[in-house]
């Protein structure tokens, strides 16, 4: 059996193999929750891809350590480390569960149900809920600890109290990023376009953009089109993100990493998907968008899959609808 809380000292997570900003910010959840269940605890992820230094960045975990191509060394550090607990978030991977099973006599080690012929080794085997949200199935790890838990994102949502941006106009917010391809973009073109047919309704709104690095070259057609009604962020922090979607009176977003603020922060929210090839988006949609009321996927008609074609009118029509 685990011990009690007060005394975990040191918790070994291996952390998923994805480098995307997304699919690092819907794992936020599950370390927030760990850090507080287990406070006295320094907690540890390695991790396949360098990219996860942004756990560390930003105070989720005390370290992470990155081992690329070097990965039997994680092997001898975790064993040395000596963790009271492991989880181990790669269910495909046959190296992880070998890791595990070789992390310690007394670790107490927690991962998703496997086939693996090494699944013996665990103490406690959650289900992979598919169909599910991505965060909640993260979370659902928790289960394998007797400890209190909430099956929510609030420690996401206090993320805005830190950060210092401040509007005194009301705004809507959005998230022209795509960074996987095309496929993924709306387009910048109607993105303005939206926000032009908003301001015939309400000319009062301002219009937030947040951007990563590829987007720099959309600033001259936002600046061209929305003149001083849009303020533009590259990059910006999470805890700015997250402060600027819940002020904001709705967020659009193409499906992108800053927009799992916004659906963890459970603020209104519209999103736009399209096909990749011959590939539904309807799969990605199950994993990636947080189904609530106040949250809408928008595709475009199967007729016309490329993302392209979904018309501004569309999009603006139902975000008055929370203005």
Known sequence: MIQ?????????????????FGAMLVQLPLFQHLKSNFPNAKIYGWSPVTQAKFFKDNGVLDDVIPFGKQKFKIISQIRKWNPDIII?????SEFSHLVVSLSGFNTYKVGFETSSPLRVVYNKLQAYQTGNYLAYRYLNLLNAFNISIKFDFDKIKQLKEKATFTCDKPFICLMPAGGEGEHKRWG?????????LISERHPEMQ???IMGSKEEVYLPTIKNTLNEKALTFIN??????????????VTISNDCGPGHLAQMCEVNFISVWGWKGGESPYIRIIEWFFARPNAH???????????????PDNIARLAVQYI
């Open 4 to 20: 009690e809380k007060e005394k975990i000292n040191r918790i070994a997570i291996l952390l998923p193999n994805k480098p995307f």
């Open 88 to 92: 181990n978030m790669r269910r495909m």
């Open 188 to 196: 910048i073109e109607n993105f303005c376009r939206t926000c032009e």
């Open 207 to 209: 219009f937030v953009f």
């Open 236 to 249: 910006p922090k999470i805890e700015e993100i997250a402060k600027i979607v819940s002020d904001a009176k």
């Open 297 to 311: 996927s928008i595709l475009p008609h199967d007729t016309q899959k490329d993302i392209k074609t979904i018309p």
